[in-house]
Every structure is written in C-alpha cells, then in structure tokens.
C-alpha cells in the first residue's frame, strides 16, 4: 500500500509544476498543518521562491504587492479553517485592481466535513464574485494517478488570472492524514517555462477613422489614470495631436525619466476656479485607466460633459461613476496609441496646449503640505519606488507631486482604496523592486496603525515609511461629519500609540520629525542608516 503522504505530496508538486512552467515563482505562505503537502511542494520545486508570514491578511497583501511589482502572478497558500477568510480584503483589491493572484485553501476531506469537525468550514466559492474562477479538487487517493491533469490545472490557474479579465482565481484542495510523507523526499527537476500566450486587443480601422474625425473637430485633452498596463506611448500621441497630456500620479507618466512637453500635472489646483473650467472646456475626451484622483478634475468632467468621451480599457469595464455616459474602447493602450501615430493626424493650434500650460505656471506659492510632498520627491533618486496610503497621502501626491525627469514608480491600492493593507503591499512591493533607487512609502497614521503587524515582516529590507501624524483621520476634517457632536470620538478617531516604541518590539529604525521643513534631512539619515526606517512627521493638525 502505497504511503498517503506521499501520495499527498506528489499531488501537490504536479500542480507547482504546472504553476512554475506557467511562469508563476513566487509563494507566500503562512503555517499550518492542512497545507503541508503544498508548503512541501513550495519548498522542494527549484523554480519556486517562497516567503513565509504568519499573519494571512499580511500575507495575502504582501502577495498582491509582490504581483504589483513584477507584473507577475504570485501564489498564497494557507491551511483550513479561518486562515483563507483572512485573504478577503486582500482577494476584493485584487478583484478591483486587476492584480493576479493564485489562491490555493488547503481544506478537511468531504468525511469531516458539516460534522463538527475541528477547524473546518465551507470553503467551496469562498470568495464569491471576487475571483476569476473557483475550482475544487478531489482528495488525493493512491489508486489515481491525476498528475497530468494537475500540472494541466495549474498551467489553467496562471492563465484564468491573467486573461481576460486579470485577477484572483481560487483552488481548494482537501487533503487527508497523513500530511508528512514517510522516507526521503523528492527532488523535482526545474522543468521548461512557458508562459501562456494572450490574443492582442488592436483597434478596428473604423475605430481609428472615427477617432481621428472627432479629433479634427474641434480641441481635446487627453487624461492618463491608474491603468494596470503601461501608458508610455500615451506622450507621443499627445505630442502628435497638440493636446495637453494630464497625468494622474497613478499612471505612471508624471516621472518617466523622459521630458514630456504636452504634460501638465497641476490641473487639481486650477481647475478648481470655475473660470478657469470653463476657459479651458475641451471637445472630446480621451481617458486611459480609472478615473482620475483629483476632485477639481472630476467636478469638471462633469460640467464639461463632453459629447465625445472614451476611456481606453482592455477589460472592457465600464468606467463611468460619474454617469457621463463614457464609451468604452476595450483595446490596448500601446496600440491605439501607436496606430494613431502612424495615422498623422492632424495638430491641434498651439494655443490651446498654451492655455493649459499657462494656467499651470499661474499657480502661487507651494502650502505646507505642497513642500512637504516637495521634500519627498526630492529625497527619490532614478530608478524609485514611492507607494502611497490612501485618503490625505494620495491626495497630496496628486495636488503637489508635479513632475520630473527622473523616474518613479508611484503606486497605491486605489481598487477600492481601503487602509488595510498598505505597509503590507508595499513591503511586497519592496521586495520585488528591481529599480536602482530607494523604496518609500508615505502613509497617514491611521493607515500606518492599521496594518502594524506588517512590520514583523521587514527583516532584511532597506525601505522607509514615512508616517503622516494629524492624530487620526484628517480626511475627515473636509466631510459633512465634521459638524457632528461625535466628530473626534467616530470619525477622526485619534489614536494614544506612540510610536518611538517601534524599535523595541520589531526591531524597525524610528525618527520623529517635529516641523515638515526637517523632513529632508531625516529621509537621507533614514536611507543612510539602512534597514527598514520609519519616520514620523508631526504635522500642525495633530491633537494628541
């Protein structure tokens, strides 16, 4: 009789096969027993990388920014019971932000199933609507020999992720005791990688004819959002066309290292004069990615209320909160541009890229928060990494960012733009950079405090956080909610954590900058000092 756990075993590592021949080579893992077959595989599979985090909510959103970075699906593994409930903020970011994700349960048999079983639960569909696809497999049995079909279903998983809607996808695996396999354990070989192959979404000639009228019609603009898919052939189209370029720090085009003439980045300042709105009301709109951060921008969209506005998206989603009555173009970003480069079309007057770029060079003296965001560009050479929190650190970003020569990689989980999770994405960012500059975050309190276990998690990282101290959630100061009685004690919730603490119970770097203007100076000392750094800046709204 053949041993179980190694029949366990074997299951497992036909479906890593199939995951690394597809390309996939990171797994993060948090312990358990259940899942030990797959922890094995994991370890033993010389293709695979793998990372272990106790927490599954750090985990998982340690994944997602692993997947962030390389543009590459990542794995999670995690043991029955509660442990993959933990993944769920995580899975929904993935869901909205289109980051692939291979989720793999380790779950009891059908027997110990709905019979009080000790840590277990209804696993199947966990996730609902989240994922991409939900697949479930029998328990591995030695008188089955499923092997191909496995390294068939992970080569399945790799490609349901990433086509052609990128996203999670779900496998629930049960296994049976014994867990460990008795004797040596194998060694499996690399084996061949082949990436799957995807259809490329080139846009229709009657669609390009139809642009390009519209185009001759009068002035537009072009807006470049969070996208998940490069935009750097979006700049030469502006430039062919005429029109200004406006950036989100999303987009990935506010600091490409190459200088862009077209671009302007300071419309969330002026666009909010209404007279500025309507000088400089466009004819048609074209959109690539989400829509945009800035609140001036939105309120514009929607008194412009151009006839012709598209948004540009291979998935095909419908982007349109607003209810402007967008149309969607599910064609790829490079190629339109490319296409209607290739097609000469006509140059719009330069006055009009000149009342963009004038009512840019208007704008007066920078505010506090305006140099502090300053200093934070500043101290990012060539080649870096800045990921922001959400509410007040993004918004800042978009308001004051402006450009540069230089190249930065700005992200943030703009999905559904929660706080949970953000120091673990971006220590999974981190992690998987390969640009030769610095990796930084800049994040509020409230989102720091939050996610506070991810800092177990930093062990031979060099990365700085720079923590955003208002006392509590300063977003809050600029709501409705601010009128109420129980402002402070429901909404702006600020928090007694001090944070000089840090050093004793996770071993982090920790500065306390008492005036915006030393900030400079501290992320230098910061990056200087190495390791994993945070640094808090007290800013004149703290109240406690």
Known sequence: MKDLGRVNLEWA??????????????????????????????????????????????AAFTALGMARASGRPVALVATSGSAPGNWLPAVMEADESGVPLVLLSADRPWELQRCGANQT???????????????????????????????????????????????????????REPLVPAGELPRPEAGEVRPPVFPSLSPPQALLSRLLETFSAGPGLIFCGEAGASLEAVPALAEALG???????????????????????????????????????????????????????????????????????????RIDPLGLGVETLPVEAQALADELCRMQPNREEPQWLYRWRHAEEEIG????????????????????????????????????????????????????????GNLSTFIGMARLWNGTGRRLALVGDLTFQHDLGALANTAGLDAVVVVLQNGGGGIFDTLPQRHLPEFESCWRTPQAIDLAHLPGLFGVGFRRVAAAGELGPALDAAFDQGGFQVVEVLLPGKRV
């Open 365 to 420: 003296e920078l505010p506090p928060e305006g140099r502090l965001v300053r200093q934070v560009m500043e101290a990012l050479p060539d080649g870096s990494l800045l990921f922001s929190g959400n509410s007040l650190a993004v918004r800042w970003l978009d308001a004051w960012s402006e450009q540069g020569a230089r190249r930065i990689a700005i992200h943030c989980n703009r999905g559904l733009s929660g706080i949970d």
């Open 121 to 175: 639960t209804d696993q199947v569909g966990l996730f609902g609507s989240h994922v991409r696809a939900f697949h479930q497999v029998s328990e591995a049995a030695e008188e089955e020999d499923p092997r191909r079909r496995l390294r068939a279903l992970g080569r399945q998983l790799v490609r349901e992720c990433q086509w052609p809607r990128p996203g999670p996808v779900h496998l629930n695996l049960p296994f």
């Open 13 to 58: 590592l036909s479906l890593l096969e199939g995951l690394a021949g597809a390309g996939l080579e990171q797994v993060v893992i948090s312990p358990g027993s259940r899942s030990t077959p797959l922890v094995l595989a994991a370890i033993l599979h010389p293709r695979l990388k793998h990372t272990v985090i106790l927490d599954e909510r750090c």
């Open 243 to 317: 029109v200004p370029l406006l950036a989100d720090p999303l987009s990935g085009l506010r600091f490409t290292g190459r200088d862009c003439p077209n671009r302007v980045t300071a419309y969330p300042r002026f666009l909010a004069s209404p007279e500025k709105v309507e000088e400089l009301r466009p004819h048609w709109i074209l959109q690539f990615g989400s829509l945009p951060l800035s609140a001036a921008l939105r309120q514009a969209l929607e008194r412009w209320g151009v006839a012709h506005h598209w948004v540009v998206d291979p998935r095909g989603r």
